[in-house]
């Protein structure tokens, strides 16, 4: 009886450490991409730019020309309430760095598409850095619904 229960935990043990499976890049595009209709590029960017530093985020790099935004933060919460706050399902840890690009591209007068990436950063002592993609649904669910929800804000003021 003992050898059964043996296995049996041994091989729960070995599925519980698989890796989650990878997404393929069509799942990753479905996951990070977004259309907004019924508004103006124009209105999309700035929403972004304003959600972004809403939440705390460092605006490094902006072109609007080329629909990029490039945004970075250093989080502190031990608590993950930060993270909960955005939707997030991962407990991240104190003093990671996250950055966030977003890619936007004008379809047409009224349409935009984007791309959200984000990345959590490692910082090392010898000044290197380097990047972990995050694929999580719900934080980017959450990043996109308070996005919508400025563009919506920005349109009700005569901001198209």
């Known amino acids: 009886m003992k050898k059964v229960a043996g296995l049996f935990l041994m091989g729960l043990f070995m599925v519980s450490c698989a890796t989650a499976p990878q997404l393929s890049s069509a799942q990753r595009r479905a996951l990070q991409m977004r259309t907004f209709e019924n508004s103006s590029y124009d209105n999309v960017f700035r929403a972004f730019k304003t959600v972004l530093q809403d939440e705390g985020y460092i605006i490094k790099n902006q072109d609007m020309n080329g629909g990029l935004i490039v945004a970075t933060i250093q989080k502190t919460d031990q608590s993950g309430a930060f993270w909960a706050a955005l939707g997030g399902s991962k407990n991240y840890r104190t003093g990671e760095g996250f950055e966030l690009s977003v890619n936007l591209e004008k379809v047409n007068p009224t349409t935009t598409e984007s ?46």
């Open 115 to 160: 791309r959200l990436t984000i990345q959590k950063l490692e910082q090392y002592s010898m000044g290197g850095q380097q990047g972990q993609e995050i694929l999580d649904e719900q934080m980017y669910k959450a990043f996109y619904d308070k996005v919508r929800v400025e563009v919506e804000r920005r349109k009700a003021h005569g901001k198209k």
